[in-house]
Nanobody
């Protein structure tokens, strides 16, 4: 069972950028779709972005499309979320998550789930605070 550790959160001014990282301690990292989610106080966990095991497919929520970029370095077991043009509504805790592993070529190329229920492993979260 893998362990996920996020880093890179912090305080940033509106309009600026921040990059989150997620280190995964799992030898089969390259077979897992990965995702970023976020959650504010008293709110449900919200999908942000997901990437297929191969890295060739990326999907985004409408609220971050065009501003955030998800990427991965399979050789280093690292997942990233580049966040540009941050606004006050982006102030929440961000979580990285790993879905179950896949094996077929089609799955490895294309599988990038959006539903939190599709993800089996979660990090502890990292706080992002955007100030005006």
């Amino acid at each position: 069972q893998g362990r996920l550790v996020e880093s890179g959160g912090g305080l940033v001014q509106a309009g600026n950028s921040l990059t989150l990282s997620c280190k995964v301690s799992d030898r089969s990292f390259s077979s897992h779709p990965m995702g970023w989610f976020r959650q504010g106080p008293g709110k449900e966990r919200e999908f942000v972005a997901a990437i297929s095991p191969s890295g060739l497919r990326e999907i985004y929520s409408d609220s971050v499309k065009g501003r955030f970029t998800i990427s991965r370095e399979n050789i280093k077991n690292l997942l990233y979320l580049q966040m540009n043009n941050l606004n006050l509504e982006d102030t929440v805790v961000y979580f990285c998550a790993a879905s179950r592993s896949f094996t077929t070529i089609t799955e490895l190329l294309n599988t990038a789930p959006k539903a939190p229920s599709e993800y089996a492993y979660w990090g502890q979260g990292t706080q992002v605070t955007v100030s005006s």
